[in-house]
């Protein structure tokens, strides 16, 4: 599969307090979203976390592939 992900990022959910991954499917445009350990919201958070940020997120969005577009490695 072509490595070339989406923007990757994180969003806080004020209603849970709660940080979450967001990446978005470039085959379906759908978004996925997994919410971070709850320690994980602090300011500094995305500079201190930022790389595994986008590891995670990247495997969220692999998972999604492989799930939602069972085509992708046929
Ligand atoms: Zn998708």
């Not at 919410?35 to 990247?58: H, M, T």
Request: hydrophobic content about 40%; charged content about 25%; some cysteine.
């Amino acid at each position: 599969m072509d490595a070339h992900a989406g923007a990757v990022g994180t969003a806080w959910d004020e209603g849970t307090g709660t940080m979450h991954y967001v990446i978005d499917c470039p085959r379906c445009g759908g978004r996925i979203q997994h919410e971070v350990k709850p320690r994980w919201g602090d300011p500094g958070f995305l500079e201190e976390f930022g790389e595994e940020i986008r590891l995670v997120a990247f495997d969220l969005l692999l998972l999604h592939v492989e799930d939602a577009h069972d085509d992708a490695h046929q």
